[in-house]
């Protein structure tokens, strides 16, 4: 059996490469609110580098300019981050194929944490198992903020989520 590579290295090599992991990984349609979703196909194992949040890397500025322009459904697509003490964003409103942008978001109980990795002195936007994943659940992440307006929409009008 080979030697587990370490989960930095994984991400690594799949920022490297521009590629999923789908092996690992499918995308199913949820419902209406949601839209679709990445599932996993097989168990990953906490601490596993699970993917990353692929996009035009562009610094706030400009970010600010497109979310003024953006429908507003395009929007969901635009992730701030500080990088080196600069304000950055992965712009990830066009569809280029990749699933990162299509892992949703969960603030109460996410199976995965959104970090920082530094490729060959590039910040890389790239998510980490927080507790084993069975075969069949669906990835999230905390989006952070309180501006995620889905959240209600999915609780529902009466519940406070």
């Known amino acids: 059996m080979a030697p ?3 989960p930095l290295k994984d991400a690594r090599k799949h920022v490297i ?3 999923d992991k789908t092996c690992m990984l499918n995308v199913q349609y949820i419902n209406a609110v949601k839209g679709r979703g990445v599932f996993a196909k097989g168990s990953i194992s906490q601490g596993d580098f699970v993917l990353e949040y692929r996009g035009d890397r562009i610094p706030a500025v400009e970010a600010q300019r497109r ?9 969901a697509f635009l992730f701030m981050f500080r990088w080196r003490g600069k304000t950055w ?5 066009r569809d280029e194929g990749s ?7 969960e603030h109460r109980r996410p199976n995965c944490k959104m970090k920082n990795i530094d490729v060959n002195g ?3 936007l790239c998510l980490f198992a927080l507790m084993d994943i ?8 905390d989006y952070g ?17």
Do not use: F, M
Request: with cysteine.
């Open 145 to 161: 903020g309180e501006d995620c307006p889905w959240r209600t929409e999915v609780c529902g009008a009466i519940t406070v989520c």
């Open 17 to 19: 490469a521009k590629t």
């Open 122 to 124: 590039s910040p890389h």
């Open 89 to 93: 964003c992965i712009d990830a409103a």
């Open 99 to 105: 699933l990162g942008r299509l892992v949703n978001d």
């Open 134 to 141: 069975k075969q069949g659940e669906e990835i999230s992440y």
């Open 67 to 75: 979310r003024l322009i953006y429908h507003e459904s395009c929007t």
């Open 4 to 6: 587990r590579i370490s």
